[in-house]
């Protein structure tokens, strides 16, 4: 395992991520996952990433590493725990913080991330609490996530911010774009997630998936229409250049990412040790600049087209009516959301309270719901 230093602490360039354990990809067996654990930290991994939010996975984590704690590097977030609204102010920070170092059995936390933007309350305050519990000795550092690029400058101006979360692979590029000048600028180390699009990038699958129920890649972008279709293109090139070391689709694109400007850290979600080892031995090795080179012009005219279906696709959901079944409106809608973010057809800031208006239904998808879908559709056209 290789090691990246950041502000004086020398990170694995690859974490381990417990998103898994939140149920967001269906049921895991949990006794594999904590052997999953203790094996990342014997192959050297020591940067361990959970939240609040990820149901019991802060005290899963928590008990696993109890044993070497002073040997690991925990991050967790805050802001989300029950209720699809954020809340970054000064009482909620301080309660979740002392919930947050009860459950993972520790007395500090390493990383204390901001999991998703609160508009309703000022960089200032929030800032003001994370720098308190700094100081009290609770956490050492503070980062960021989930935020968009005005919003980091705003933390970066105003804070000491030790890194910035960002989605990242090479489907998903948009924020390494946007944020890098920014991290550069504020000396903030970036920490992706999502480095092999969620599985897209594996080289598991060749046609869409049927995701077991629960599972959030059932509304995921990256499994629909053509980002679907464009991963898969990304995922032959990756694996093209990657089998020239020996190396599997996995393996390339998490080396992708860690051969990204500004990331300290690859965080990956495995489940099980076999999945984990795989996913380890893209450390060590490197493309190529001139293999660099020849992906990013892959991308690059992959980018103009498939892109351009994407539109055409989000102005088709919001012209045409809604599918009669209530789940396939919602992921449509999903789409809508998430499609028109990433090609900035519309500003978040303005987006946001129609996404939480839509995901407040998620569990009222009944025969009751096609009205308030069709609302909120005549909402998304008129924004975009």
């Not at 940067?47 to 590097?73: H, K, S």
């Not at 012209?319 to 973010?341: G, H």
Request: net charge negative.
């Amino acid at each position: 395992m290789l090691y990246r230093t950041h502000d004086g602490l020398d990170i694995s360039e690859i974490g381990i991520g417990c998103y898994a354990l939140s149920g967001a990809y269906g049921q895991k067996d949990l006794e594999a996952f904590k052997a999953m654990l203790r094996r990342a930290y014997e192959l050297g991994v020591n940067f361990f990433d959970t939240a609040d939010a990820y149901g019991d996975a802060e005290a899963i984590l928590g008990e696993v590493v109890n044993p070497f704690r002073e040997e690991v590097f925990i991050a967790t977030k805050v802001g989300v725990k029950d209720s699809t609204k954020p809340n970054l102010s000064t009482e909620y920070l301080q309660s979740s913080c002392e919930e947050s170092l009860r459950r993972l059995e520790t007395e500090y936390i390493d990383l204390y991330q901001i999991h998703f933007d609160d508009p309703e309350t000022s960089v200032k305050e929030t800032i003001a609490a994370l720098e308190d519990l700094a100081g009290q000795g609770k956490i050492r550092h503070y980062g960021l996530g989930h935020l968009s690029p005005p919003r980091v400058e705003d933390y970066l101006e105003q804070g000491t911010v030790f890194s910035v979360l960002l989605e990242l692979n090479a489907v998903a590029r948009e924020n390494h774009r946007d944020l890098l000048p920014l991290c550069q600028k504020y000396d903030a180390g970036m920490i992706a997630f999502s480095v092999t699009g969620r599985g897209l990038l594996t080289g598991k699958f060749q046609e869409v998936p049927t995701f077991e129920a629960g599972d959030i890649r059932n509304l995921d972008t990256f499994f629909q229409r053509e980002r679907f279709q464009y991963g898969l293109r990304v995922m032959e090139k990756l694996a093209e250049i990657g089998n020239r070391y020996g190396k599997t689709p996995a393996q390339a694109a998490i080396a992708w990412v860690l051969a990204q400007e500004g990331v300290i850290c690859a965080l990956t979600g495995p489940s099980t040790i076999p999945h984990l080892e795989e996913n380890l031995q893209a450390s060590g090795w490197r493309f190529t600049p001139q293999e660099l080179d020849e992906i990013n012009q892959f991308l690059e005219e992959k980018d103009e087209r498939y892109n351009q279906l994407a539109e055409d696709n989000v102005r088709e959901i919001l012209t045409e009516p809604l599918p009669a079944d209530p789940s396939s409106a919602f992921r449509d809608l999903i789409y809508v959301i998430e499609t028109s973010l990433r090609l900035g057809m519309v500003e978040e800031s303005e987006m946001m309270p129609t996404f939480y208006r839509l995901y407040g239904l998620r569990k009222e998808l009944d025969d009751q719901a096609g009205p308030k879908l069709s609302a909120i559709q005549g909402k998304l056209r008129d924004l975009i």
